[in-house]
């Protein structure tokens, strides 16, 4: 493949996170190089898929040499489309990678370099800042006006969507800023707060007849919602095979239950389990698996382990998939996550090539929404890890 610079411009106008999450959308495969006037060589980034698979600067490499480079605000880029021809040093899923390198720069771990420096001058650590709240921000694709037929405004303080109320309207933020928030009976737990690009509701909520919202979704100050063709959508949906209607499914149901495990943990419940100790370990992250998995018989759970015990994140049965999806990076197994199976679990190997390619034919907006779906799944667990350090789990 002959290579060239395909997209370029300053990290001063797109962040580097937004800039891996738009060509991670697109699995893009190649090299963002990124030139600094604080430095005379440039760094480099490889992308396979639109995922990060290796980085370097000098003569250092991996994932903490990709961390830093969060804190280059003010460095050119270019992408350059080629192969990512390099020993792959980076295993953890572009999502994770992006929430963990804006936090650490935000908390002034990483070193700021910011505009061309004064002769002299050196990279200063960016002062941690002093935020509002600790809610993350979501920010979807770039929006596909194609399914979009209608828009609606809501003044601030509305509640768009009302947990346990049924609704199947499906919407995208145009502009303005909502909150979910998981009502339980000891309170609402905020979740995460979402802004241009998210989207409003879930794949289930368009295939079910009646479906009952999981929770509130706020708006903060005045938004600008588009309403999406659901029956564009549904008859989109009706044309995929049956093993990629599943997989969706399957990722939905991950969705929801790991929001009511960082609702639990937004109200400061024990989200700790020690119910794997007697099972099976089926997927673990010192292994690297790469295979997936459809479960016949039997359940599956999925365990982030952190310092002070381990946490649960969800529980998957048959139909549910588990393992390596290429095109769904969740911050889950197999690199960030485990996986144990219950005594009377059974399952199959699955070769994802075939749908692989299916999902790749898809429309924009779909695909927009399953990497949406997967992104609010590493958001969330991002989340329920940080709740988790700070109760001193």
């Known amino acids: 493949m002959k290579s060239k610079v395909v997209l370029q411009g300053s990290l001063a106008f797109i962040e580097l996170g937004e800039l891996l999450q738009q060509l991670g959308s697109s699995g893009s495969t190649g090299v963002i190089k990124l030139l600094s006037g604080h430095f005379d060589e440039p760094g480099y980034i490889y992308l396979d898929d639109g995922n990060p698979v290796h980085a370097e600067f000098g003569k250092e490499s991996g994932v903490d040499v990709l961390y830093n480079f969060f ?86 303080g509305t509640d768009v969507v009302a947990q346990d109320r049924f609704g199947n309207w499906f919407w995208v933020i145009l502009s303005g800023k909502m909150e979910v928030i998981r009502i339980l009976p000891e309170g609402p737990a905020p979740i995460v707060r979402l802004s241009d690009g998210a989207y409003i509701g879930s794949i289930v909520s368009f295939l079910r007849e009646g479906n009952v919202r999981s929770a509130t979704v706020k708006a903060i100050g005045k938004v600008q919602l588009g309403v999406l063709d659901s029956e564009l959508i549904s008859r989109e949906y009706a044309a995929m095979s049956d093993d990629l209607q599943s997989i969706l499914i399957s990722v939905d149901k991950r969705l929801r239950q790991v929001t009511d495990v960082c609702a639990r943990a937004v109200l400061k419940q024990d989200v700790t389990t020690d119910r794997h100790k007697k099972m099976k370990m089926l997927i673990s992250p010192e292994r690297n698996e790469n295979e997936c998995l459809r ?96 109760m001193g789990i």
């Open 295 to 390: 479960i016949t018989a039997g359940e599956a759970h999925v365990i982030r382990k952190t310092p002070g015990g381990s946490i649960h994140l969800c529980s998957l049965g048959a139909g549910d998939f588990v393992g390596a999806i290429p095109f769904l990076n969740s911050s889950h197994e197999p690199y960030s996550a485990f996986v144990c199976a219950s005594r009377d679990f059974r399952a199959e190997r699955y070769d994802l090539r075939k749908v692989k390619k299916e999902y790749e034919s898809i429309s924009n907006t779909f695909r927009n929404m399953v990497e949406y779906m997967a992104t609010s799944i590493s958001v969330t667990t991002g989340r329920i890890m940080d709740l988790a350090g700070k």
């Open 71 to 156: 804190g280059w605000t003010h460095a050119d880029f270019e992408f350059i489309r080629d192969e990512a021809n390099c020993t792959p040093t980076i295993k953890k899923s572009r999502m994770e990678i992006i929430l963990d390198g804006l936090r650490m720069f935000d908390d002034g771990l990483i070193p700021e370099v910011g505009p061309a420096p004064e002769v002299g001058e050196k990279p200063k650590k960016k002062k941690k800042s002093k935020k509002q709240d600790d809610l993350p921000d979501i920010k979807g694709p770039v929006i596909d006006y194609v399914y979009v037929v209608d828009e609606e405004e809501f003044p601030g």
